[in-house]
């Protein structure tokens, strides 16, 4: 037995010197150095210690100088002045050994996907110490500097690279693609179902930034508090995108939110100087799906592609399947917009209780006539206008086949049904306008009086009433509201006008300076490619002194005679069913 006995003396002996020479080795550079090529070779890493550093006085805590390690597999890399791996001997075998793991003025950079493990370990607490952090995934990019703070527990798994814990950190300067945060500290926690945020705040562009909520793991987003102040923002979304977050199937919930003179600047719009308040609204699909909330805001300037909004303010409110509109009001065009009404989501009908436009200065844009050919929005089947005011404002239409302009324009709008199953039109209801003076194709007139006014089921019709230099013109118009086409019968009849005011109008031949009177009639379609080719009619002119001169017009070519023997009235033509007569205002 005695030489058994030895031979275990020795054997521990030797095992003692063993772990003393290699406890002694690990902390010098040359044995730091063997050892991170060992595990090298038997591991999917490569390492790199440059020393490490231990006292039997803290027993559990191993400190490792100059620390490089690279995945051989994935795009994962550490380099770090010092990282410190606190061991509690008593859960070696538990899985949980690791108490703590401190990396110090570390730089980590990985590419997280679906299957991503950060590190083959886990602990009781990961803890960062000064250190610069990047995290791609997809087409996202986050970059942070000064990182100090951790999660606990943290457990990564092949699904979830961060594990489930609690997290709080704070950051010098966090960069999530474009956008660049600074003097940021977030508290929360990574949950199965999401991510959530119990405390954030952060600078951005100067302006400061604090919230709460969720976001899931399916890109919902709760949001329970939102404050903004002086923040701004630039970024490469246009417009119609902004659309996007509302229709996806990704709920948007918000509790409150509050923002302070932000400003935000897209491809091609922009908000300036915008202050609101958000209370109880939550969207899906395109719809909310809150039964009560409230939006307040104020902006100061609104840019959406050539169109600009200043000093808007609204005040909007939701009541179950209404939308409304208490206030909206601000500047366009130089001149002051009001109003008030509501937004049915049951029949998607808009409703304007009352309106007020004053001193705009409105240029009709080029493809406006076709516009109204078009289908109405998604959102928009009936549009009805119960009082709307204008007053002191210009409009104009600068296209070179027939511009016209009317100064200090202004109008009464009372009951009018512009939309009916999607399609534009005039199906209930009247207005009237009047102007001090303006310019039809050149040719200076005043007093322009307007009126418009359902005339039928289907039909709509016009009168306009103008006075030239001498003398007065009138125009009916009658028009068959049809979803494809708008075919249209006109009337127009001068009295004491020069006829030379005639070519300007279309008309073709007429001398100047002779002063007579006319009779017109005409027919054609507004929808159709060129509404011009597609008129059909007859003009009578009878001057003072002379023979009476006619006109015709087939297919928009415009033929001249004079007086004869046959009948010298114009023939009335037809639409396709018979429309009912124009009365003159």
Known sequence: ??????????????????????????????????????????????????????????????????????AKNSDLSLDSRQVVVDVNWLNLFSGTAIKRLVITQGTLSTTVSPNTVL????????????????????????????????????KPTENTPFGYGDFRFTSNQLKFNDLAFKNIAITGKLQQQGTEISQASAYLNNG?????????????????SLTMNKVGWENNVDFDSLFDAITSDKSLQ???????????????????????????????RGSWTSPKSSISFNVDQFVVKDQQLSTLIGELNINGDNLNISKLSGYYNKGIFNLSGSWQRNNQVLTIDEGKLAGILYTLPENWLSFFAQPTPAWLSGLNIKKFTLSQSLLMNIQPQFPFELTALSGNIENVDLIKQKQWGIWSGK?????DSGTINQVIVRRPFVEIRQSGKSSAAASLTVSTDKGISKIGLLVKQEPKKVPFLLRASGSNIDLVDLNQWGWAGFPAQVI??????????????SVAKSLNGELMAIPLQGKRLFRTVVNGVVTSSVESEADLQPTEPSLVEPLPALSNP
């Open 1 to 70: 037995m005695k030489w058994l006995i030895k031979f275990t003396t020795y054997a521990l002996l030797l095992l003692l010197l063993l772990f003393i020479f290699t406890y002694i080795g690990l902390q010098t550079r040359w044995g730091a150095s063997y050892s991170s090529q060992f595990l090298s070779k038997f591991t999917d890493y490569d390492i790199d210690v440059g020393i490490m550093g231990h006292e039997f006085s803290n027993p559990g805590e191993f400190i490792f100088q100059d620390v490089k390690l690279t």
């Open 119 to 154: 590190f083959p370990i886990s602990a009781t607490i990961l803890q960062f110490e000064n250190s610069q952090i990047t995290l791609k995934k997809g087409n996202d990019t986050v970059q942070v500097a000064g990182f100090t703070g951790g999660m606990t527990p943290w």
């Open 208 to 224: 400061y930034i604090a919230g709460t909520g969720k976001v899931l793991n399916d890109g919902s987003i709760m949001v329970d």
């Open 254 to 284: 918000v509790k409150k939110v509050e923002l302070t003179n932000v400003d935000i600047q897209g491809k091609d719009w922009a908000l300036s100087g915008l202050s609101t308040e958000i209370d109880q609204l939550s969207f899906v």
């Open 431 to 435: 207005a009237t306008f009047n102007a």
């Open 516 to 529: 007579g009177d006319f009779d017109a009639t005409l027919q054609g379609d507004l929808l159709a490619p």
